[in-house]
């Protein structure tokens, strides 16, 4: 699949073979956009997408990533995440970002026994995946929250692409740590601030949502406005759910458990008597306390 970062707003365009064309982040108004960028007379519109000549397909299939009817169906039907969902357990996996073993778990560094294990780090060694990520990633920000004055990373697997993000968005960035440091300046916040400015967090990887949320709690108390976490990856656990809910803080992922066992699934990573093992895992974590602290 090709990276598409033709236009400002970050919006990546998806045609099928019935010349159906639609963007992500999906909207109408981002609609319009695209056909602008793509020279596409407004005629062509329809409702909720364009529908286009062929020879129009051709000429902008360089722009444009060419997909499945049911792909453009399932983004018109319920917006961009759960397909950008897909798309980015296609790519985590290709990369052995993501790594599943259900017959022989990983031990995390907490302890705990698991089928999965998750190095997003591996992401920014490959430039073509880091670039379409980061892509997703500004989007979401574009998409999901209204923009910050700030974008901050958490300590340490969410400074890469903080980093990246705002360079991107060309915003000043900060990062946080969940813990103060026990030396130096004993700072939790490293980075230049004010009181009052919003800001994204940005995370690699959530589980139970503990570190995310001290950031958040510290951002805060530092006077910082926090608008939401984005994260690129998310197990999607109760727990985490709940400490979220009850801080009233927005979170969006791009990718969760539950999408990269249909992709692992879909493109032959498991079979499919691993994929009780998987889930029954994550039932489990979900109703116990002993959890990462991510």
Same mark, same amino acid.
């Given at each position: ?43 062509? /519109?329809?409702? @909720? ?7 129009? #397909?051709?000429?902008?299939?360089e722009k444009c990533i060419i997909t499945s009817s049911r792909s453009i169906l399932e ?7 759960? +397909? ?10 290709? #990369? ?12 995390? !560094? ?11 780090? +591996? ?16 989007? +979401? #920000?574009?998409?999901? /929250? ?7 990373? =958490? ?17 000043? /960035? ?7 440091? !026990? ?18 967090? =940005?995370?690699?990887? #959530? ?36 400490? /979220? ?5 927005? =979170?969006?992922?791009?990718?969760d458990y539950d999408s990269l066992l249909e992709q692992a699934i879909s493109t032959g990573?498991?079979?499919?008597? @691993?994929?009780?093992?998987?889930q029954e895992w994550k039932d489990e974590l979900m109703s116990t306390k002993k959890t990462?602290?991510?």
């Amino acid at each position: 699949m090709k990276n598409i970062l033709s236009n400002q707003l970050n919006l990546h365009y998806y045609c099928d073979h019935h010349r159906h064309l639609v963007c992500i982040p999906y909207s109408i108004k981002n609609l319009h956009e695209m056909a602008i960028d793509l020279n596409i007379d407004r005629c062509w /519109f329809h409702k @909720d997408h364009y529908d286009i000549p062929k020879r129009r #397909i051709r000429e902008i299939s360089e722009k444009c990533i060419i997909t499945s009817s049911r792909s453009i169906l399932e983004i018109i039907q319920t917006g961009d995440l759960n +397909v950008m969902s897909k798309q980015i357990a296609e790519k985590l996996l290709s #990369i052995n970002a993501v790594k599943l073993s259900p017959k022989k778990f990983f031990t995390w !560094s907490s302890g705990i026994k698991s089928p999965i294990y998750c190095d997003n780090r +591996v992401i920014f060694s490959n430039v073509d995946v880091r670039r379409e990520i980061l892509s997703h990633l500004v989007s +979401v #920000i574009h998409s999901k /929250f209204k923009r910050p004055d700030l974008i901050c990373g =958490v300590a340490t697997g969410g400074i890469s692409p903080g980093v990246l993000a705002a360079h991107e968005m060309y915003l000043p /960035f900060i990062y946080a740590r969940p813990e103060a440091k !026990s030396h130096g300046l004993k700072n939790t916040i490293e980075g230049e601030f004010k009181k009052g400015q919003t800001v994204i967090v =940005v995370e690699d990887l #959530i589980s139970t949502g503990g570190s995310s949320i001290k950031v958040v709690e510290a951002l805060k108390k530092a006077g910082l406005k926090v608008n939401g976490v984005v994260s690129i990856f998310n197990y999607g656990l109760k727990s985490s759910n709940e400490l /979220f809910e009850k801080a009233k803080c927005k =979170v969006v992922s791009l990718c969760d458990y539950d999408s990269l066992l249909e992709q692992a699934i879909s493109t032959g990573h498991i079979q499919s008597e @691993d994929l009780k093992i998987l889930q029954e895992w994550k039932d489990e974590l979900m109703s116990t306390k002993k959890t990462r602290s991510k």
